[in-house]
């Protein structure tokens, strides 16, 4: 795929959410959604299936190609990796990518009944780990007499630029 289309314009991850409304609705009284791992699945596709529509809509740019693979995380839910190639736009600038990565908390402007705000920091912020939670899974150190430390490298500094280090791997603003 690289050889023919070039690099990957952008590397999506997305995740089942058990508490979307159709797996909600859909449950028996008393059900979790654990209950239900087939209505998680049916569900997760259908947004699946969805997403990749809008994506070869166009709206990152002219598609060209994608490959994805579906996994399952330890808790069970379905998380899907898409590699897409777009046609005529790399994002390759950080004025190019914060058009489309938003590494930040919603501004409470945007977001006056903090709905949003409440989704991205129960589904979408790592921690807490480091010295507010040495004990938190992530925490690892390389040899005995090592200090744990994050193995995902957090918590990160905040930066107001997202900046573009020659290894091509960009550190958001956030």
């Known amino acids: 795929l690289v050889r023919h289309f070039g690099k990957p314009a952008l590397f999506i991850t997305f995740t089942a959410n058990p508490h979307w409304p159709e797996i909600i609705e859909a449950l028996l009284p008393g059900q979790q959604p654990t209950d239900q791992p087939d209505l998680i699945a049916r569900v997760f596709n259908l947004k699946r299936e969805a997403l990749m529509?809008?994506?070869?809509?166009g709206i990152f740019g002219s598609y060209a190609a994608?490959?994805?693979?579906?996994?399952?995380?330890?808790?069970?839910?379905?998380?899907?990796?898409?590699?897409?190639?777009?046609?005529?736009?790399?994002?390759?600038t950080a004025e190019s990518i914060d058009e489309v990565v938003c590494a930040e908390l919603p501004d409470p402007a945007w977001d006056p009944t903090g709905e949003l705000a409440n989704i991205v920091?129960?589904?979408?912020?790592?921690?807490p780990c480091g010295e507010d939670n040495p004990k938190a899974p992530c925490m690892e150190s390389k040899h005995?007499?090592?200090?744990?430390?994050?193995?995902?490298?957090?918590?990160?500094?905040?930066?107001?630029?997202?900046?573009?280090?020659?290894?091509?791997?960009?550190?958001?603003?956030?």
Do not use: W
């Open 53 to 57: 529509k809008d994506l070869k809509s």
């Open 66 to 92: 994608h490959c994805f693979t579906v996994e399952y995380q330890k808790r069970g839910l379905p998380h899907v990796h898409i590699a897409l190639f777009l046609h005529d736009h790399c994002f390759t």
């Open 121 to 127: 920091t129960s589904t979408m912020v790592h921690g």
């Open 144 to 174: 005995p007499d090592d200090p744990a430390k994050c193995k995902r490298n957090y918590p990160q500094e905040f930066t107001d630029h997202t900046t573009v280090p020659e290894d091509g791997f960009p550190k958001y603003r956030c």
